[in-house]
Structures are given as C-alpha cells and as structure tokens.
C-alpha cells in the first residue's frame, strides 16, 4: 500500500495512473488507484456550514473532507480478508462536482493499492493515522509558481472560469493556501518525487 500526496497542481493524479499502468505491465502485478477526492464533502453538507459561502469558496481545504472516513477505508483495506473479498471507494464526479459511492473496487487479491491525494501525508489528525497504515510514503513536490501557473490553466481549460486573471486570484484565496499548509504540516516521506520542469526522484533529506 503506497500514499502519494502533494498539493494541487502536482500532476499526482497523472503519476499514480502511470505508476499503476507500469506496475501491471512491466511488473505484472494487480494494482489499484484510489483517489482522496471521493472523501470531499458533498455540496449539501458545505450548505449547512456556519459560512457555506467560505466553504464552497475553500473546497478542497483540509475541512472540507471527511478525513476520517478516508483513514478508516484505507484501514478497512489494510485488514481486508476474503471474508469482505471486495471494497468499494468513492469517487468524485467532475461534471456534477460532488462525490458519489461508486469508485474503484479494491479487491482482495489486489495486489498493490495506491492513494493519492493532498492530506494523505499530513502530520494533523487524522490524517497522521495513515502513516502508519501504508508501507510506502511519497510526496510529489512542486515549485509554487508552477503550481499556480497549472492550476489557474486547469481551471480555464474546464471552463470553471474563462478570466485568467480571475483564476489565478481562486488560486491564491483557496489552492495556493491548501499548498502552503500540506507543505509545512507534511509528515514522514519515504520517497520525493519532483515534477517541475525538471523530473527525478530522490530521498528526503535527514
């Protein structure tokens, strides 16, 4: 079990898809990517916040997830057995911008389960509980700027807002502050794997 986090604009989407696809290939093993995304709150619940305004304005901030509810499937997924020989996650709908129950099956002849997403590897409860429940911790570091810059350019491509301008300030009111805090609340790594310009992999310094 391996947890792939970092902040947005990473490309850690990318990554665990094309971890996965070499992992069944060039290794041919069973493999399995679940996203964090299927543990956003839905919009309803944002709705019923002391401030939906600031919640629906700062979706994808560390509270805006039910963080616990991801470390109990991925402990759910740690002790699975034939007796529950198959666990569904749920996914994020792009198109309707919610969650829904019909993710990926994690089966229990799986043989190599991934995670990815922000908070997976934030030192804060309780998402710090899955330190100890993968076996394998990697962070996609990005430089900041870059980040922006890709995010922003996501968000014009989707259509979420045609002003550039406009969404490189959404950046910095919701996604630019969600990177700042996974950066300095980020826990034990085993592996970084950089995804600037320049890529490469390397341990985290001691």
């Avoid at 971890?19 to 964090?36: A, F, N, P, T, Y």
């Avoid at 034939?82 to 309707?96: L, N, S």
């Avoid at 995670?115 to 076996?135: A, H, M």
């Avoid at 394998?136 to 491509?157: I, M, T, Y």
Wanted: aromatic share 6%.
């Amino acid at each position: 079990m391996i947890a792939i986090a970092s902040g947005p604009g990473s490309g850690k989407s990318t990554i665990g898809g094309d971890i996965s696809e070499r992992i069944g290939k060039d290794h041919k093993l069973s493999c399995s990517v679940v996203s964090v995304e299927g543990f956003m709150l839905p919009k309803a619940d944002l709705d019923k916040t002391d401030d939906p305004e600031k919640a629906h304005a700062r979706r994808s901030a560390k509270w805006t997830f039910n963080g616990k509810a991801m470390v109990d499937f991925i402990r759910r997924c740690r002790h699975q057995t034939k007796m529950e020989k198959q666990i569904r996650a749920p996914d994020f709908d792009e198109e309707a911008m919610d969650p829904h129950p019909h993710g990926e099956i994690v089966d229990v002849e799986t043989q190599v389960l991934i995670f990815e997403g922000i908070y997976l590897l934030s030192d804060t409860e309780p998402w710090k509980e899955i330190q100890e429940l993968v076996d394998d911790k990697w962070f996609v570091h990005v430089e900041p700027g870059l980040s922006r810059k890709r995010v922003a350019k996501r968000r014009q491509n989707k259509g979420i807002e045609k002003d550039l301008d406009k969404c490189y300030q959404q950046y910095d009111e919701s996604d630019g502050k969600n990177n700042a805090f996974i950066t300095e609340h980020l826990g034990k790594v085993d592996l970084i794997i950089e995804n600037n310009d320049e890529k490469g992999l390397h341990e985290p310094e001691k």
